[in-house]
């Protein structure tokens, strides 16, 4: 026990000591450019919203997405794709997590 104590400790602080990579100074500053996905996409509901899948907890943020204008994700997703407005998909939240792995 004691040797697997010392182990996970040496592991945390060797992942403490390490410094993130730096990116690439070659590559060129990002650009977003507009964006839209296929007009009969699977995730996109049939008046064109993207759904998210989801326990009644996500329709709160869905409301707020929608609504949003400070949200950088969706200022960037709007951006990229004027207009773009969410939907809940009502599901178990197990349903959901399928869902993820079988697209």
């Known amino acids: ?3 697997l104590a010392c182990a ?7 992942a403490a000591a390490a410094q993130p990579r730096a990116l690439d100074p070659a590559l060129p500053a990002y650009q977003p450019q507009a964006a839209a996905p296929a007009p009969h996409a699977g995730y ?3 008046d064109g919203a993207v759904r998210i899948a989801g ?3 996500v329709q ?11 949200c ?21 939240n197990a349903a ?3 869902g993820l792995a079988n697209r």
């Open 1 to 3: 026990m004691r040797a």
């Open 8 to 14: 996970t400790l040496i592991m945390f602080a060797g």
């Open 44 to 46: 996109l509901d049939v």
């Open 55 to 57: 326990a009644e907890h």
């Open 60 to 70: 709160y943020i869905v409301e707020r997405f929608n609504r949003s204008t400070h």
């Open 72 to 92: 950088k994700l969706v200022q960037a997703a709007r951006v990229a794709w004027p207009g773009a407005q969410f939907s809940r998909s009502a599901c178990s």
């Open 96 to 98: 959901a997590s399928s």
